[in-house]
């Protein structure tokens, strides 16, 4: 597959059921989210455009005896998370179309209040009340499309009611009128209107940006990281007008009237800032209180928040102080017809972008052999287009290559320079063991050891630990500082290799001015409660694990005559890991954490003026790596130190289904005084029946059940130590859980209410009691000591709790005088893979960038993509067998191309900067018959029945069409005028 084309890949795939062999139309829908997604069990009704401009009606018979006129269109009912899908007919698609979202009759619609404080009328935060009698949002759009998005709350209301209002001039000549009266609903007033209250409010799409709850911030919304913070903007604003309401003591309906006449009234305007008028600064105050106090709210129930909401509220802060000194200014807003004019031919513009984005992509580094050389016309069509200039790709190629065959001149040196470092480490442990008398390299007063111009120096740590007051410690650093010069093979060869690994001293200031030296360190962690005055030699004494931290080191080395200068920082911490049950084995490390930043830059290229000042220009590349591992404290690895291939997979001979024998001795005891709490001294006991489960050279686990007869019935679980006496007490407990149900041994043993034992090293093992008569029902002795086998149900495995690495580069064209930047160029990933098969990955990667906004590189002329793509799996238990558990597989994707400069559009010098999003999800049940259509184990996984997989591409904030895997390996985008694009070569 190629990589060029995996983008697509990963938003498109379904069925190859044959569109000419279905004999009716497939139903179409739009769908969004109402008010700031709080509003649940609305009634929403999709209503088309009559050819008088009036939103459609037809006449039906009343319950009460006549006719009565109701809209047009399909209703729906809005979710306990706001959200609905509402059907459009066949003849909508393509037109104006009005969504209007009232109160049910039951009174049964609901809205969630969103302020801390509470809303209106003693509306409690959190908790719903009943929406007023006339309650009514509306959503107008002029080009309603199959699965297009379509929020509905009063920012979009104003759209509409802006878009429906003609101005009349009763007093004047008629040249400027300001009177607003009903009007008509039509294509261009529609989209007029809501670019109109884009700009009002800068949001980027009123109508297709889902706006965020303050109050639901905590929750996975399943958005990008690029759109976030937005969206999160947007609900605050949505949620604001419960605040305005609550403060000119109104309910929304009442408020949202009059700021619906305001509008109006100022003919699309708002006062910037009043005292006496709904303005955008006590609108931005309201959304920015509200926000904070969620914030605070939410961080006090100890639930985790997205980084991008302090990002929105550092919008609002910039907005609010903008519009400081606007006293009764009206704003200025103005959409131009030519604006609107494109929009309507968006879809044409989607296809013919889309076909040139996919001639690009396929031949993304310029490999066709036709490929445009640098500066062709984009209109060309007499060679292939490619994504980045392939002047460039040779360029950074050659840079590449050039830096390889320094690493690559400069890896042995470096390899036999860090071995050297280990050496040396031991080498001091050893000599501030035994003193070193007589060797003139060691200072035993300073605990130093110096060879060949890098001084190791031994420094206890003190960790906190109440040894340390009889100077015996459980940490030590060895500092290093200076430099090894790694001599190459040959002296005599001018072109041979040259390596230095350079420990620089870095020097910082305290906040009380005092001054503060950092060193490289190696620093070694060992256990025990005495602690040690001097660090034991690690090779006898295993310690717990290392600390690593090189916070500037600088490499320069020339390998043929080639200069080239690193510069590295580095952290990594390793843990300890035993085998618990076999102690003999030799303790393995892991990595937990890792961080590192390396910089290569040349030799100055030449000079240039920036700003009045003289710079000198190198080429520079810049890679930075971040990363934790998931349960690196209890696999036990194969090798002794890290490898890469020590992730995703378990230790030899430990796959799930191993038998170790005799692996648990149980013990059942019936009636037994236990101790139950303990409080100043003062101890309780109950009686209780337990089971012990020795796990054989581990330790002891309990299970005590208490009953009613001297206290509240539970179940609670305890550790167990062995004391003085030879005698089992337990040491530490959780809090009891209450039941109401008879617990028994038995009953724990028979419902499996004992579950797995983890043991380090291994993995999570199931006591295999015996039964029989395989009826569930097993064999239990009570009062003695029984042994058991043991089944690994589920070996340990490393993960990447999280991986972040970002690439990037700043190369020269020419030298000396002719010397001048070429563009920029970066690579961001972020990595979460807990397990194989579950994963999330974001990739933002950019060219000729200007500026990050979030990660997506933009710019004038940049060329850039974000894609993320989240992988998951759930269970239930089936509907009409609770014991069957069925295993689902989700898959959530997400790609943002972003192109500045296209030329396809317009004929402005520069061009102009157009993004398109693909978004996909996927859905199948594993170990079924089918075949599944998502990324993962899609060769080798089978599913249940269908699965469910589409992608949908939005140009320029709307949705214009659906991406599908139509035959084997071809993707097809379906633009909704029947148009369609085949992906790929």
Not at 34 to 46: E, F, K, M
Not at 437 to 455: E, F, I, N, P, Q
Not at 951 to 962: D, K
Request: net charge negative; proline share 3%.
């Amino acid at each position: 597959m190629s990589l060029v084309l995996l983008p697509f890949l990963l938003v498109a795939c379904s069925g190859n059921s044959s569109s000419s062999s279905r004999k009716t139309e497939p139903v179409k829908y739009v769908n969004g989210y109402i008010g700031s997604s709080g509003v649940q069990n609305a009634l929403i009704q999709a209503v088309p455009i009559d050819v008088q401009g009036q939103t459609a009606t037809e006449l039906v018979d009343a319950e009460e005896g006549g006719q009565k006129e109701v809209y047009v269109g399909a209703k729906a009912s809005s979710t306990e998370a706001a959200y609905y899908q509402v059907e459009l007919r066949s003849d909508d698609i393509g037109r104006p179309v009005t969504l209007i979202v009232s109160g049910k009759d039951d009174n049964s619609t609901k809205e969630r209040c969103e302020l801390v404080d509470g809303c209106y009328d003693g509306w409690p935060y959190l908790g719903t009340d009943t929406v007023p009698q006339d309650y009514e949002l509306r959503a107008s759009v002029g080009n309603a499309q199959n699965n297009m998005r379509i929020n509905i709350n009063w920012l979009t209301h104003l759209a509409s009611a802006l878009a429906y209002t003609s101005y009349i001039d009763n007093s004047g000549d008629g040249s400027n009128p300001d009177t607003p009266r009903a009007g008509i609903y039509t294509d261009f007033t529609i989209e007029r209107a809501n670019l109109w209250l884009n700009a009002l409010f800068g949001i980027s799409d009123i109508i297709s940006l889902r706006p965020l709850a303050p109050s639901e911030l905590y929750k996975d919304s399943g958005l990008a990281s690029a759109i976030k913070q937005e969206s999160i903007l947007y609900g605050a604003i949505i949620a604001a007008g419960q605040q305005l309401a609550l403060e000119r003591g109104q309910d929304q309906v009442d408020w949202l009237a009059d700021l619906v006449d305001a509008l109006l009234h100022n003919k699309g305007q708002l006062y910037q800032r009043s005292a006496t008028q709904v303005s955008l600064y006590g609108i931005y105050s309201a959304a920015r209180a509200v926000l904070q106090n969620n914030r605070q709210y939410i961080q006090a129930q100890n639930y985790s928040l997205p980084s991008e909401l302090n990002g929105a509220i550092a919008e609002l802060d910039q907005r609010i102080a903008a519009l400081q000194d606007k006293n009764d200014q009206l704003t200025a807003v103005d959409i131009p017809a030519s604006q609107v004019n494109d929009w309507l031919d968006r879809i044409n513009n989607a296809r013919a972008f889309m076909a040139d984005l996919n001639e690009r992509l396929v031949n993304y580094k310029g490999q066709d052999p036709n490929t445009c050389p640098s500066g062709t016309p984009q209109t060309d069509s007499s060679c292939v287009h490619s994504f980045i200039d392939p002047a460039y790709v040779t360029k950074t190629v050659e840079y590449y290559d050039a830096l390889n065959s320094i690493y690559e001149g400069i890896a042995p040196q470096l390899a036999e320079g860090t071995a050297d470092v280990r050496d040396r480490v031991l080498e001091l442990i050893g000599c501030v063991n035994s003193g070193c008398v007589g060797d003139a390299r060691y200072d035993a007063a300073s605990k130093t050891l110096t060879v060949d111009g890098l001084v190791l120096t031994m420094v206890p740590v003190a960790v906190g630990a109440d040894i340390e007051k009889q100077g015996k410690y459980n940490a030590f650093d060895i500092q290093l500082l200076g430099q090894m010069v790694v001599d190459p093979d040959d002296t005599t060869n001018p072109l041979d290799t040259v390596a230095v690994i350079k420990f620089n001293e870095v020097k910082s200031t305290s906040d009380n001015g005092e001054e503060i030296k950092k060193y490289s360190r190696v620093r070694i962690v060992y256990s025990g409660e005495e602690g040690f005055a001097v660090p034991p030699d690690p090779v006898t004494t295993p310690p717990l694990g290392y600390d690593l931290e090189w916070p500037d080191v600088d490499i320069p080395a020339t390998v043929n005559g080639v200069r080239q200068e690193f510069s590295l920082y580095f952290s990594a911490k390793l843990i300890g890991v035993d085998d618990a049950l076999d102690l003999s084995l030799e303790r393995h490390y892991n990595l937990t954490t890792i961080a590192l930043s390396l910089i290569a830059s040349s030799d100055t290229k030449g000079t240039i003026t920036e700003d009045g000042k003289e710079i000198e220009l190198k080429d520079l590349a810049q890679l930075t790596l971040s990363a934790t591992a998931s349960n690196a404290a209890n696999y036990y690895s194969d090798s002794v130190w890290p490898e890469l291939d020590d992730y995703f997979r378990v230790r030899r001979g430990f796959e799930s289904g191993v038998i170790e024998s005799n692996l648990f001795e149980y013990r059942i005891m019936e009636n037994q005084t236990v101790l139950y709490s303990e409080v100043n001294g003062v101890k309780v006991f109950r009686q209780a029946d337990y089971i012990d489960v020795d796990i054989k050279g581990y330790g002891i686990n309990r299970l005590e059940i208490f009953t009613s007869a001297d206290g509240v019935a539970g179940l609670r679980k305890c550790s167990v130590v062995i004391n003085d006496a030879n005698e089992r007490e337990t040491s530490v407990c959780t809090q009891l859980s209450e039941s109401t149900e008879t617990l028994t041994v038995q009953k724990l043993v028979d419902d499996d209410l004992l579950g797995l034992f983890s043991i380090p090293g291994r993995g999570a093992y199931r006591p295999l009691f015996p039964d029989s008569n395989n009826d569930g029902h097993y064999e239990l002795i009570t009062g003695t000591d029984v042994l058991l086998d043991g089944r690994l149900e589920a070996a340990f495995a490393q993960g990447i709790n999280e991986l972040n690495l970002r690439a990037a580069h700043e190369l020269t064209d020419g030298q000396g005088s002719s010397v001048e930047r070429a563009p920029l160029a970066i690579v961001d990933v972020k990595l979460t893979r807990n397990t194989k098969d579950e994963w999330e990955l974001a990739v933002a990667a950019g060219y000729d960038y200007d500026y990050l906004v979030d990660v997506l590189p933009t710019g004038e002329r940049a060329q850039s993509l974000y894609l993320s793509y989240l992988i998951g799996n759930s269970s239930a238990a089936d509907e009409n067998d609770k014991d069957i558990i069925r295993n689902f597989t989700f898959e959530l994707g997400g790609l943002i191309i972003y192109r500045g400069g296209v030329k396809l559009f317009t004929t402005a010098e520069k061009g102009e900067s157009i993004g398109v999003t693909l978004a996909s999800r996927v859905d199948y049940e594993l170990n079924g018959s089918g075949q599944p259509c998502g990324v993962i184990n899609r060769k080798d996984e089978i599913v249940t029945g269908n699965c469910n997989a589409v992608g949908y591409l939005t140009y320029r904030n709307s949705i214009v069409g659906v991406i599908r895997e139509e035959r084997d390996g071809v993707y097809v985008v379906r633009f909704s005028d029947g148009q369609f694009l085949v992906l790929g070569g």
